[in-house]
Every structure is written in structure tokens, then in C-alpha cells.
């Protein structure tokens, strides 16, 4: 009898709830007209596409189509997970992104502070000006430049090595530095960029809440520390989460750029992987595979990381 009530409870508000509904979305049609071009950019690049991933349970012929391929089940999972190069690429995968994130992801927040901290405004454009600047470099540039301060003959570090009376170093050959030079050229071409959510979150602090600091005695350190991080401390946490996301996904044309047969133990990871198999040896289903397995792995990070946040008492980004 309750659960009758119920429903029929439901039932009757629900004209009322879709009405209030629409007009809520009359009364802001401005604010959903806004909202139309990334909605429709995400159904027609993002959901519509995800039919394709059924390729990954066929054996796909590009001369018999997508419906008359074979279909084959978990057959490819089968060969990425017994691959002897899976657990290397998910050892190079992952390491590259912990690298990342250790030494990275804290960096863009210090020099948001710092940034913050000056006073001069024009000096203040200046820098941030120039530590934008190489986020707009290709990643051809930008190893194009490794290699000119890298390598063993012409490399301006290996001159200055030499004359000071040292052997030359391989370092573009030798895989024991490859983690190192990737995790230094995404510092040096993102650390700017990645202020910039940052310094718009600091923006919004309450400046009151400063005045009331120094008048209080607090030094700049001290202000930084009780109200300009923990102001911030929401951003930190959904960015983290978010990048967690991506502990799959390593920058596929920095690493095809950057990679060579000497060093393919520490840098052969699923994105090459994917495209050595996928595009060059015209392996799609294998290609489609990797893509749903980082995806896979990403929701899982993801959903993780905001469950433990928000049972820590903070805001997740869901």
C-alpha cells in the first residue's frame, strides 16, 4: 500500500517537476544557448564515435567493413595482456606519469604563488608572458631544442661537459636518462601554462581576508600559508583528480619524437604501442583495444581518487 502511494506520489509530481524544469530552462535559455556548441561538440566527437569500440571485440578488415568483420570476442584483450611488452608499457606508462605528477603538478602552484607575489604589474605581464611562451612551441620544437642542448656531438651540454675535461655523455641514447628528459620537457614547456587556472583561482580570494592578516602581524609566508593555499585547496584537488585520469595516457608525439631502438625499454608505452600495431601494421582492432583498455583504466583512477577524496571531507568533482 506505501509503495502504491509512492508511486503514485512520483507520478503526480513528475508533470510538475518537468514543468518547473522547462522553465527554468526558458528563463535561461542564454546560459544553455552557451552551453549548446560544447554539448554538441562533445555528442558528435566524443559519444557518438564510441560505436567503434565495438571493433575491439572483432577482427577488423578494413575490404569487409565494420558489420562483416569477424567477431572474436576478448581474443585481442587475450594478446595485449599476454604481450611480453605489456607489463614494460605499463611500467614506462605509469612511471612517466608518477615522474609527472611528483615533480610537475606541485610546480605550476608555486609559481602561481610567486607570480601572485609581485608587485610590479608590468614586470608581473613580462614573466608571465614569457613562462606562457613554450606551451605554444610544437613538440617538434621542442625536441628539435633537446636535441641541440643533448646530443653527444653537437649538443651544447656535452661541449660544456667536454671542455671541462669529462667524456660526452649519451644522453638521447642511453635509456637510463629517458624518464628524466620527458618529465623535464613537459616542466619546461607546461609549467607555465598550468598557472594559469591557478592564478585565476588565487584572483578570488577575499582580499580582506589579507588585511585582516596584517593587521593581525601575519607575514607574507604566513598569508600564503592560511589563506592563499587552503583558498585554493578545492582547484588542487579536482586538477589532481582529474590528472589521475590520465595516468594511462603519456604525450604521444613527445614520445615518438623523443624514442629510438636504443631506448625502447623505458620508452615504449601504449600509445606507440597502439600506433606501431594499430596504423603501421594495420592492426585496428589492436589500436581500438590499447584506447579502451586506457580508457578503462583512467574511470577506474578516477572514480577511486574521488571517492577517497570526498570520504576525506573534501569536495570531489561529482
Partial sequence: MKLEQS??????????YNRNLWNRIVSHKWIYLLLLPG???FLIFRIAPMWGLLIAFKDYNAYLGFWASEWVGLQHFRE???????YIMLRNTFVINILSLVFFFPLPIVLSIMLNEVRH??????NQSIVYLPHFLSWVVVASLTAFMLSTDIGVLNKLIHSLGFDRISFLSNANYFWGIITVQNIWKELGWGTIIFLAAIAGVDPSRYEAAVIDGASRLRQ????????IRPTIIILLILRLGNMADVGFEQILLMMNPLVMSTAEVFDTYAYTHGILQGQVSIGVTVGMFKGVVGLVLVVSANYIVKRMGHEGIY
Avoid at 508511486?7 to 510538475?16: C, E, G, V
Avoid at 595485449?80 to 605489456?86: A, C, D, E, I
Wanted: proline letters at 6%; a positive charge; charged letters at 20%.
Fill in 39 to 41: 554539448l554538441l561538440y
Fill in 80 to 86: 595485449l595482456f599476454g604481450s611480453t611488452n605489456f
Fill in 7 to 16: 508511486l503514485k506520489t512520483k507520478r503526480d509530481l513528475a508533470p510538475s
Fill in 224 to 231: 600564503i600559508w592560511h589563506i592563499t593555499l587552503p583558498a
Fill in 121 to 126: 604589474d608590468l614586470f608581473k605581464r613580462v
